[in-house]
């Protein structure tokens, strides 16, 4: 005999024990009641999965044609290639809603658990990461603090310009920082309504009192405003250099002293101004 199906349920074996015996394949049932005895009107399950009532085929020469008639009601997987041995299948329907132990879903449970854990620290982490990237960090000055030149702060040259640039009577102003066109977030930091601001490049310097400097493209009369030679006293602290020059005896030169105030580097005290 060799055994063909197998199901803790013992109505699920007799089902396919008909089968069979419908078709004139002589069969046995293990471990349960036979086919033939009275049926009751709810299923049965055994708790013991170890022991479960089973189909067999008597005759060997019916075994190919019981798998064949299991395999065309679906209750049969197919074999791998060069595979001999029947296997015990189950109905589909059972082995999705019973096909795991209590452990196995338990461990399962606890798989997703962990998953969702991991998203929610990592998806935490990505917020945090973001909120540091939207706050820029403050703009301080680095070591050392002994007097010697840095590269002026973006910060500081847009308090120094915004402060000068309305005291200009040309109506272009050009500027430049440290000596060369200032940086897009400077360009952006400062503002007039009464001047045309380029940078520092677009403009022609000329000492000469009767052309004096100008704007490369308009032609029309220019003063080129430079923040430079900033030096840092503190991290939020330092002096800086600023000049506005039209012509060799239209110019102004200025010492300030800036500090960083409300998180804001600002024009505190003028240390020196000449004129010419």
């Not at 310097?205 to 032609?219: A, F, L």
């Not at 840092?232 to 010492?255: C, I, N, Q």
Request: with cysteine.
């Amino acid at each position: 005999m060799r055994q063909v199906f197998s199901s803790a349920r013992i109505e699920n074996v007799e089902a396919v024990a008909k089968l069979l015996s419908d078709d004139g394949i002589e069969v046995r049932i293990s471990d349960g009641r036979s086919y033939k005895g009275n049926r009751r009107g709810t299923f049965s399950y055994r708790e013991d999965s170890a022991v479960r009532p089973a189909v067999w085929v008597v005759q060997s020469e019916d075994q190919v044609r019981a798998r064949e008639l299991l395999r065309q009601a679906g209750l049969l997987d197919s074999t791998r290639p060069g595979e001999s041995s029947f296997l015990t299948p189950t109905f589909r329907s059972e082995e999705e809603r019973y096909g795991k132990s209590p452990a196995e879903k338990r461990a399962w449970r606890i798989k997703v658990g962990l998953m969702l854990g991991i998203a929610v620290i990592l998806g935490l982490a990505m917020v945090h990461s973001l909120k540091q990237a939207a706050t820029p960090a403050p703009e301080l000055a680095s070591p050392p603090f002994d007097g010697s030149v840095a590269p002026t702060l973006d910060g500081i040259a847009i308090a120094v310009l915004n402060a000068e640039i309305p005291k200009t009577v040309m109506p272009v102003v050009c500027l430049s920082v440290d000596g060369r066109n200032p940086l897009p977030d400077v360009m952006r930091g400062v503002g007039s309504q009464d001047h045309l601001i380029v940078p520092g490049t677009h403009c022609a310097r000329v000492p000469d009192v009767e052309k004096g400097s100008y704007h490369g493209t308009s032609g029309k009369d220019a003063e080129i405003l430079e923040v430079t030679a900033f030096r840092p006293t503190a991290p939020d602290a330092g002096t800086v250099e600023f000049s506005a020059y039209h012509h060799r005896m239209w110019a102004r030169y200025k010492t300030f002293e800036v500090r960083r105030v409300d998180g804001q580097w600002k024009v505190v005290k003028t240390l020196r101004h000449v004129s010419t």
